[in-house]
């Protein structure tokens, strides 16, 4: 059943998909976590809704683009339920805007597997980056990819080395800029801190977090099996496996160095999670246990959501 329903590339996943978190996302604000909005907090809420529903786009549009995955939705069915299982992370504004942003630029640097307009996108990828750190400080860690990508690609070329610079410092001076107009220029300093509290809260917090601990095992489990039968393959898809399964590691670290009461970025490594785990059912070759799986990853998120609910 669901294997029938996005096996394929259809419009009907983007309406049950986008239907479903349009009144998910209400659900967890006002049901759950009973949030109150003024009018203008409800705008803002509607246009943070709007840029998680359009990233679901975002998202499709690079694996087909690349041509990472098969003819299938089992990409944005993954990130969906991810959504789900860690409900929490759409109560967080900046995670949603910084995984936006983060989106845009490794749709960037995986575009790269052409070799066409190297420095375009290499410029592109930072200055998207740059923008993302602007709701979490850092993200500025996936500058790294950027290198990383560049060290895969294009290595010999010594000004592609020097264009993340580049993106980044043209972001900062526009930015200065429009600060120094504002007479806020002490709002740079306030928000690039860097740091992160190592309370006995937040060591309990990551010692007992089963829900995490158990994604981050799944996914690995998807990616390691992925890579053994990618081994076959070209060393184009390779090479973009490589930089999305460093696009989770970069995200895990960043939600290590963030999460808080009330900031919840593990949101930004549920891409390159999707995608991991595409790959691991694609290679699946029985239909029934293919079913099985898509359908195990279907509910348990699902339940695991109603029995948070219920406990709060």
């Not at 996943?13 to 949030?35: A, D, P, Q």
């Not at 246009?47 to 529903?53: G, I, K, N, S």
């Not at 989106?103 to 066409?116: D, E, G, I, T, V």
């Not at 107009?181 to 309990?204: G, P, V």
Request: overall charge positive; charged content about 15%.
């Amino acid at each position: 059943m669901i294997s029938t329903i996005f096996g394929k590339t259809k419009p009907i996943n983007y309406i049950i998909l986008l239907g479903f978190l349009f009144f998910f996302y209400w659900t967890v604000h006002f049901l759950i976590f009973k949030r109150a909005y003024t009018p203008e907090e409800l705008l803002l809420q509607t246009v943070v809704l709007a840029v998680l529903l359009f990233s679901i786009f975002v998202v499709n549009f690079i694996v087909k683009r690349n041509q990472i995955t098969g003819t299938n939705a089992f990409t944005i069915l993954f990130y969906s339920a991810c959504l789900v299982v860690f409900s929490t992370t759409i109560t967080d504004n900046n995670a949603i805007l910084c995984n936006f942003f983060l989106l845009l630029a490794q749709r960037r640097l995986l575009s790269m597997r052409s070799l066409k307009e190297m420095k375009l996108k290499l410029l592109d990828a930072s200055l998207w980056i740059a923008v993302a750190s602007f709701f979490y400080d850092w993200a500025l860690l996936f500058i790294i990819l950027v290198f990383i990508a560049i060290y895969f690609y294009e290595p010999k070329n010594i000004r592609n080395w020097l264009v993340p610079f580049i993106g980044v410092c043209t972001v900062g001076i526009i930015v200065y800029g429009v600060l120094i107009l504002l007479d806020k220029t002490t709002m740079i300093r306030e928000h690039y801190r860097f740091s992160f509290t190592l309370t006995a809260n937040w060591i309990t917090y990551w010692a007992s977090s089963a829900k995490l601990t158990i994604y981050i095992l799944l996914t690995l489990f998807a990616g390691f099996w992925a890579f053994l039968k990618l081994g076959k393959l070209g060393t184009g898809k390779l090479i973009t496996m490589r930089l999305i399964a460093i696009s989770f590691v970069i995200g895990l670290v960043l939600t290590l160095l963030k999460t808080s009461p009330v900031s919840f970025p593990v949101l930004i490594t549920f891409f390159p999670a999707a995608i991991l785990m595409t790959k691991y059912v694609e290679v699946i070759k029985k239909v029934n246990i293919k079913e099985l799986i898509l359908i195990a990853f279907v509910t348990l998120p699902l339940i695991v959501f109603l029995t948070e609910s219920v406990v709060k």
